[in-house]
Every structure is written in structure tokens, then in C-alpha cells.
T-cell receptor, first 116, second 108 residues
Framework: DSGVTQTPKHLITATGQRVTLRCSPR?????VYWYQQSLDQGLQFLIQ???????AKGNILERFSAQQFPDLHSELNLSSLELGDSALYFC???????????????FGPGTRLTVL | GNSVTQMEGPVTLSEEAFLTINCTYT??????LFWYVQYPGEGLQLLLK?????DKGSNKGFEATYRKETTSFHLEKGSVQVSDSAVYFC???????FGTGTRLQVFP
């Protein structure tokens, strides 16, 4: 158990809909990362938040957004869903040390999103 | 740009065979390098890490050495077990880039 929790575990929805995925980081971790894992794209970094502020952006679509709340949990919002958004969405957390290059991440179990 | 390149899988081995999974990277600076493992139905777990050149990360019999001159971080294990069957991801901390993953299948 990594200490990172994600809800829900599974989500089935229709095209055009909007969903929210939730992540609670490990106790004490200030950084939260979101990833998308699909069969054809592999593991893609979406976005990172640090202590409530956006820190880095990866291959995140404009239809997707995220935020990190004062209690450090994070939500990933996916809107106008398309069939191709079906994937596993992972959240990870880390303690960002003084050196930004040392960045060990702890992953949650993931949310499997199916868009029908 | 920054990247991580892993050998394609699946890698299929018999129990007790020697394992090598190649990983090379490109980066503008000197990133930390990681190997993560994903067992079926689970999230990724950190397997080992190295934060500077010539560092050797090791865990559970797996090893990888940070080679700046060849920009590589190859994963090795001397004797694999069936329980090592999983997907292995190489990653670098700069731009948070992961490789595409290499599936390892070990048969008894």
C-alpha cells in the first residue's frame, strides 16, 4: 500500500459527459501528479500540483483540468468525454525536496475510466 | 527534447535466467533516474533509483547503474523468478518522463 488513495476505482460513462477523479496523497506529501495510461499511448504525464499551485504541465488536453485543495487532495476533471479518453488514470504524490531533480513518486491504484 | 527509450517487450524468460532491460535517456540537465514496476492490476511502485552519475540503484535483486557517458540506466537481475512477471518502466525526473514500459514474462 503506497498510502495514496484514489476514488472511484472504476467509472463507466458516456461520450460527452463530465467526470471527476479524486486523489488523496500520502500524509506529508505536497506534490500531486496525474497520469494517463492507455494501451496505445503508454504512461503519459498530465499535470503536477505543489501545495495548491500548478507546477508542471504535460500532455493534458484542454478538456481536462485539475486542482489541488488546501487539504492537499486533488481532483482531475475530464469533460466532453470521448471514446479515446478511456484509460487508467493514476495519481502519484511526492515530497519535493530542496533539489527538484530528486523526485521519487508514490502511485495510487488508479481509476479505470470507460467511455461508451 | 527530453526522452526515455526502453526496449520493447514482451521479454519472455525461463525462471533463473539473466534479465536485462535496456533504457536510454536524453535530458538537458542531470536528472535522477528511476525504475518502476507495475504488477497486474496495480499501480506503479518504485523499484530502484539513482540520483547521480555512476550511482548504482538496487532492490530485490535488481540493479541499474547511472551511466552518464552512454546516457543509459539498464535494469539487470541475475536470476528472475515467476513473481517478477510485471511491466517495468524507466523514468527520469526531468520533465517527469516515463518510458513506454517493458512487459516481462517469466515461466517456470
Amino acid at each position: 500500500d503506497s498510502g495514496v488513495t484514489q476514488t472511484p476505482k472504476h467509472l463507466i460513462t458516456a461520450t460527452g459527459q463530465r467526470v471527476t477523479l479524486r486523489c488523496s496523497p500520502r500524509s506529508g506529501d505536497l506534490s500531486v501528479y496525474w497520469y494517463q495510461q492507455s494501451l496505445d499511448q503508454g504512461l503519459q504525464f498530465l499535470i503536477q500540483y505543489y501545495n495548491g499551485e500548478e507546477r508542471a504541465k504535460g500532455n493534458i488536453l484542454e478538456r481536462f483540468s485539475a486542482q489541488q485543495f488546501p487539504d492537499l487532495h486533488s481532483e482531475l476533471n475530464l469533460s466532453s468525454l470521448e471514446l479515446g479518453d478511456s484509460a487508467l488514470y493514476f495519481c502519484a504524490s511526492s515530497v519535493v525536496s530542496g533539489s527538484i531533480s530528486y523526485n521519487e513518486q508514490f502511485f495510487g491504484p488508479g481509476t479505470r475510466l470507460t467511455v461508451l | 527534447g527530453n526522452s526515455v527509450t526502453q526496449m520493447e517487450g514482451p521479454v519472455t524468460l525461463s525462471e533463473e535466467a539473466f534479465l536485462t532491460i535496456n533504457c536510454t535517456y536524453t535530458a538537458t540537465g542531470y536528472p535522477s533516474l528511476f525504475w518502476y514496476v507495475q504488477y497486474p492490476g496495480e499501480g506503479l511502485q518504485l523499484l530502484l533509483k539513482a540520483t547521480k552519475a555512476d550511482d548504482k540503484g538496487s532492490n530485490k535483486g535488481f540493479e541499474a547503474t547511472y551511466r552518464k557517458e552512454t546516457t543509459s540506466f539498464h535494469l539487470e537481475k541475475g536470476s528472475v523468478q515467476v513473481s517478477d512477471s510485471a511491466v517495468y518502466f524507466c523514468a527520469q525526473s526531468d520533465k517527469l518522463i516515463f518510458g513506454t514500459g517493458t512487459r516481462l514474462q517469466v515461466f517456470p
